[in-house]
């Protein structure tokens, strides 16, 4: 009776595991996305779609030292993804005095190396990541004084 007791047990074990395991992948993750102004510079961010042209771009205006967070949700155990990403492939960074900077991501939700320039806001892998709970992160991508510089 007791190897029967045993593989029992076993076999509850294995399930509770299974469930468990099933209910991870179910969970729906959240994704908590910022965007951060530390330029030097207020500036326009238009974001714009090249596979939908008829499309108007999405406008956000950032004055300098500011942010904007957007929440974004992913299920059956998939990343959010940044907002941004749905609305467009490309985005120009308008700053106050005219100078320009354009970030281009055919696929924003890959590792981002076909992404120009390399660091990019529409790339995923260029987000500083902090888990704030086992379902939630946190994603902050931070347009410095080096963006602007590299604007023309």
């Given at each position: ?8 047990t ?21 994704g ?9 510079y ?21 004055p ?14 998939n ?26 991501c ?26 704030l709970?086992?379902?939630?992160s946190?994603?902050?991508y ?7 510089t590299?604007?023309?």
């Amino acid at each position: 009776m007791n190897k029967y007791s045993h593989y029992g047990t076993l076999l509850l074990l294995s399930a509770a595991m299974l469930s468990a395991c099933q209910k991870m992948v179910d969970e729906e993750q959240k994704g908590v996305f910022i965007i951060s102004n530390q330029s030097g510079y207020d500036l326009e961010l238009k974001i714009y779609s090249t596979s939908n042209r008829q499309r108007l771009p999405l406008i956000l205006g950032l004055p300098n030292t500011t942010s904007v967070e957007r929440v974004s949700y992913g299920g059956a155990g998939n990343i959010a993804h940044p907002e941004l990403s749905s609305q467009g492939d490309s985005v120009r960074l308008l700053f106050q005095d005219g100078k320009q900077l354009l970030h281009y991501c055919p696929q924003p939700q890959q590792t981002g190396s076909q992404c120009l320039p390399l660091r990019n806001l529409l790339a995923l892998n260029q987000y500083q990541v902090e888990a704030l709970n086992e379902h939630t992160s946190r994603f902050t991508y931070t347009i410095t004084a080096a963006d602007y510089t590299l604007a023309r």
